[in-house]
Every structure is written in structure tokens, then in C-alpha cells.
């Protein structure tokens, strides 16, 4: 019986990393796909708005000879990877407030990070899904051909440029509670991307809209996608630098919400 | 340990997890700190107001928690102990009240800790999962775990505890056995029947704690036993009944916080 077994004095002292974090990236996976709330919502959402938004005009080209069809399938990915981002975080980190999931984890021997890692992870894997299927739908249903390289950079572009959207989440999550998360997330991103040309192309939007999209992250984010088409109208540099910047504002947010809920609750 | 609402049970025993910080003070677990890694890969906890997430199923979410540990239990030895075998496949989110306070038990002793925090483990058990924890705690006990556990229940510290500790806002005011903390407080208690209802402050100047007094009943106790029912043959009180029995931990208990409140 293992119970009466004294521990062996040579034994480890703590449990390894590697398999802590595959089992907590493995059971969050399970946890959001079993929410269907989440998993359809991030898998048929953005493929729904670009059957409206982007399908009836897959075949014509923007004036620099860009697809315009590709054009809109980077500029809904970005959507995509972002929502998965603001509302996996976000929804996510609120409820498990709610059912006081993080007053038990903070006293078992997982690191915090390792919780976090798993996290980020998981939204990334739902991110890469969300990807596939909504890039595979451009081009069996809309017939938009581009090189595979093409389709692969601006998927590792976005991913890779998603920081601030994870740290969105997060504040939204702890500034948040569980019952308001949902629409706060809706609130926040759904205008968001709508004023950074993610759903139409900015030419098309009023010119208030065109005057402040440039000081918005989702513009920025959506300057990704499209580079990985040339047809970026920022200098990446300067993108990068905007986002960099709005990741540290939303971090800020989420951990001053997180440390005065500590000590609310910990003291 | 034991103490009523408010005492500071559940308080200590954040101190001792590392969950809250000190104001003045150091706690240590295996002489590390508490939020050690180290420290915590030999803690079980159960702690009050805390949940899992509702999605994952017992099995699954237990097979996670054992991972967080270095020489886990197998998963269908800890979900036996507590008592969760046939709910292995069933979602966290189904469970009932009683149940889920078990599978919280489960997560405390999957990893096969040294030591077990508990913050009133049996709040919402129903007598049989009672039943069934009270088995574990002496199985686990009896393996050489080191088990700490806050309580209200006196019956309950009684039955589990070898070593008892009473707070009271905040302050211990016993640290004993529950033999020792028996001997300390008035060992006897005397419930007697009058002929008649008792007047106001006819049982005053006893060498005993007064207890209640309603109508012709009261209930007394004290360490002489025959002194008092020298003294109130002598006031010539017609008693009708009479019994003198051990105090248990209950009394003991009434008697410490009294005092406590004297002192104050």
C-alpha cells in the first residue's frame, strides 16, 4: 500500500514541470471544449462573418493587384486569434473566480506560471484551430489561392503578435466577475475590431473611424495578417511598437485588478 | 482545532499555507516556507469556499492534481478513500453537495502528503460520508500523516483529535489533550430535578459553574461534586432527580471560552 510506504529518502522533492504543465494544458483543452459556448462560438463565429463581410467579394483585387479576398481572410483571422484571445482569457479567468477555482490552486504545489503557461497554450491550440478552419473555408468555399507559405507566415504572424490580446483577457478577467465578463469581452472587442478595418476594409469606414483606428491595437494587430500579404499600410516596426506598448498597459491593468483582489481576499 | 465562528481557524491555518502573510511572525512548514515548492508538494489542503472547475469529470480532475505531486496515490486508492469510487466518471458540476466536499478530500490526499490541512472538512457531509471520512482520518493517521483540522464540532475533536487546541478571537486559550483539557475544566457535571422551581440566585456561593437553570431544573458543574450536593442538602433543596456524570469536551469547552470571557 502505497499510503504506509515511507517516502524514499532518494525520491524527488517536487514533481516535474513538464508533465504538470501537459496535464494542465490537456485538461484545460478538455475544459473549453466541453463548453460549447466557447468552442463553437470561436470555431463558427468568424467563419459566419466572413461568409458576409468577405465572401461576396473574394474575387476582386485591390488596387495595389492584393487579393481582396485574401485581404479579408488575414483581416478576419486577426479577428479570430484575438477573440479567442479576449474571450478565452477573459470569460475563462472570470469564472474560474467565480467558482473560486484560484483559492484551491494557490495552495497546491503548481506553480502559478506553470497555470499561466497552460493557459496560453491552450488558447494558442484553440487560436491554430480557429485558423485552419476559417483560412481551409477561404479557400474551398471562396476559392482564394494564395502559397502555402503565405497562408503559414500570416498564421505564425498572428499568432505570434497575440500578446495583447492575451493580456486583454486577463484584465478583462480580473476586473471582471463572471456574470459581466461575457459582455464586457463583447462590448470591448466587437467595436474594437469593427474600428480597425478587421471586418471591412478601412477605405470603407466613415472618417472619424479612419482618424482614431491608427491608435488602436486591433489595427495594428491586423497590419500582421497583411503584411504577410504586402499589403501592410503601417511600417511593422511601428506596429510592433504599438502593440508592445498596448500589451504592457493591458498587463499593468490585469495585475493591479489581481493584486487588489489578493489582498481583498488574502490580506 | 476547535473554536466557534469567528475564532480564527480558518485564518491560522491560511498563516501556516502560506496564503495569507504574517503581521508579525513567521510560519514555516518542514522548516521552509509555506509557499515553497518543496514545502507544498508534502501539504494536502481542503480549505473552506473553494472550488474546481464543474466541466471535468472526478477521475479526470483528480489524475490532474496528481501530477502536481512528486509520489502520488494511485488515482482509484485516493477516490476509494474518499469514498468517490462510483462517481469516478461523473462531472464535477453533477456532484452533490456532500460529495463534492469528498472529492475535495480526494484532491487533499491524492498526492499522498505528510501532512493534511483541513478547514472543516465535514461541513455539508452527510452521515455516512461522515462516517466514511472519520475511517480516513484514522487510516491515514494510523499510516503516520500528520493531520490538522478546524472544526466547531466538539464531538467531532473529541472522536478525532490526540491533540486539541481551542482559539477564541484569535487567542488560544487551551492546547491540550482531550484528557488533559478534560482534567483542566470541572470534571463533573450534576443536572438535578427540584420539587420546585428554583429561586433567582438560590444556586449562587456553590463551589461549581452554573450551567442553566430552567424552572425546577439546573445543571452544574464542578470538580466536588459531593461538596455541592453537601451544600445543597444543607440549603435544604428537595431534589425529585439527580445525576452526576463526566463532563464532555462540550462543557470543557463552555467553561474555557467563559473564563476567557471573565478574563476580558
Known sequence: ?267 | MLGPNGAGKTTSISLMLGLRQPTAGRARLFGLPPTDRRARSRCGVMLQESGTTSVLTVREIVDVFRTYYPAPLPAERALSMAGLTEQAGARVGTLSGGQRQRLYFALAICGDPDILFLDEPTVGMDVEARRAFTASIHTLSGTGKTIVFTTHYLREAEELARRIIVIDRGAVIADASPQELKARVPGKKITLVAGRPFAPGELDGLPARVLYVVGERASLLSNEPAAVLRELFRRGVDMVDLEVTGADLEEAFLALTRRSEDAA
Open chain 1, 1 to 267: 500500500m502505497t499510503a504506509s510506504a515511507p517516502r524514499p529518502a532518494a525520491g524527488p522533492d517536487v514533481a516535474p514541470l513538464g508533465r504538470m504543465l501537459w496535464a494542465q494544458t490537456w485538461s484545460e483543452l478538455r475544459i473549453r471544449w466541453r463548453i460549447p459556448a466557447f468552442s463553437l462560438t470561436i470555431v463558427a463565429l468568424p467563419v459566419l462573418f466572413f461568409t458576409f463581410f468577405g465572401l461576396p467579394y473574394a474575387t476582386q483585387t485591390l488596387p495595389d493587384g492584393t487579393s481582396l479576398g485574401a485581404y479579408l481572410l488575414a483581416s478576419f483571422a486577426a479577428y479570430s486569434v484575438g477573440s479567442v484571445m479576449v474571450f478565452g482569457f477573459g470569460i475563462g479567468v472570470a469564472t474560474e473566480r467565480g467558482l473560486k477555482v484560484d483559492v484551491l490552486m494557490r495552495a497546491t504545489p503548481l506553480p502559478p506560471y506553470i497555470a499561466i503557461l497552460a493557459k496560453v497554450l491552450n488558447a494558442l491550440a484553440y487560436a491554430l484551430l480557429s485558423l485552419v478552419i476559417l483560412i481551409g473555408y477561404g479557400i474551398v468555399v471562396g476559392g482564394i489561392r494564395q502559397d502555402l507559405t503565405v497562408w503559414l507566415d500570416m498564421i505564425a504572424r498572428l499568432l505570434a503578435g497575440s500578446v495583447p490580446f492575451i493580456a486583454l483577457g486577463f484584465a478583462i478577467g480580473y476586473l471582471c466577475g463572471p456574470n459581466v465578463a461575457p459582455a464586457v469581452a463583447n462590448l470591448v472587442y466587437l467595436p474594437l475590431s469593427f474600428a480597425s478595418g478587421l471586418f471591412m476594409p478601412l477605405s470603407q469606414l466613415p472618417g472619424f473611424v479612419r482618424g482614431i483606428a491608427p491608435y488602436l491595437p486591433a489595427y495594428h494587430y491586423g497590419q500582421l495578417g497583411w503584411s504577410a500579404l504586402g499589403a501592410n499600410t503601417e511600417r511593422l516596426p511601428v506596429s510592433l511598437a504599438w502593440l508592445t506598448g498596448y500589451t504592457l498597459l493591458f498587463l499593468a491593468i490585469a495585475v493591479r485588478a489581481y493584486r487588489q483582489e489578493e489582498s481583498r481576499k488574502f490580506g
